[in-house]
């Protein structure tokens, strides 16, 4: 933390329906004030709440100051794009993005399974969207859709050597697809180790 103190320029942007967001002139900003004497430390406290308020300003000192955001919202899409690696998939969204998308069914998309990110009680559930790809991988994806989408029910039913079987059957028709994998591996190791009673197969993620 910083010894010296701190001044603060902070906007709100004051939220709005995913509809009127598409309007420039109905995005509103309210100035808030100007504190001195601010430390640091505050400032990173600040919290925010579910509907995905952020806050933004410029944070220092005339010496040393830059932008910066402060934002729950802003914290879970860090990580969520971080599961683009884990997945082996060019795009992750949450299910409460989905729900915003206007005409949502016009996405290629499957259900990943869900996470919790660090700091975060409730687990989100992710998604991806697969448009994207090169039309082979798309007819892939298409073709084994029932097949992952089974592998995954069993997976989360604990039914692990049994949901081996659609995951590799997903393997055989599209070799490529790193989630299946990931499940396939992922069902190999609990039915050997094992889970707690309490596992719902939420997969922790601790890092952006």
Not at 90 to 98: A, D, F, M, P, R
Not at 134 to 141: A, D, L, N, P
Not at 148 to 167: H, R
Request: glycine letters at 8%.
């Amino acid at each position: 933390m910083l010894k010296h103190t701190a001044a603060l320029r902070l906007w709100r942007l004051v939220y709005l329906p995913p509809n009127l967001l598409a309007q420039k002139d109905n995005i509103k900003f309210e100035r808030i004030q100007v504190v001195q004497g601010l430390r640091l430390g505050a400032i990173l406290s600040l919290q925010q709440d579910s509907q995905g308020f952020m806050w933004f300003g410029i944070v220092g000192e005339k010496q040393r100051a830059q932008g910066d955001i402060f934002s729950d919202a802003v914290n879970l899409a860090n990580r969520i794009e971080g599961l683009s690696k884990l997945y082996g998939v060019s795009i992750v969204i949450s299910e409460q993005t989905l729900s915003r998308l206007k005409d949502a069914e016009q996405y290629q998309r499957r259900f990943l399974g869900k996470v919790q990110v660090k700091g975060k009680e409730d687990s989100v559930s992710v998604f991806e969207i697969y448009d994207g790809d090169s039309e082979q991988v798309i007819e892939q994806k298409l073709k084994t859709k029932s097949d992952f989408e089974e592998g995954l029910s069993l997976y989360f039913d604990k039914k692990f050597a049994e949901a081996a079987t659609p995951f590799n059957k997903v393997l055989e028709v599209n070799p490529g697809d790193k989630t299946a994998k990931l499940y396939l591996e992922r069902s190999a190791q609990f039915m050997v180790q094992g889970v707690p009673d309490d596992w719902e197969g939420v997969e922790a993620v601790e890092t952006k």
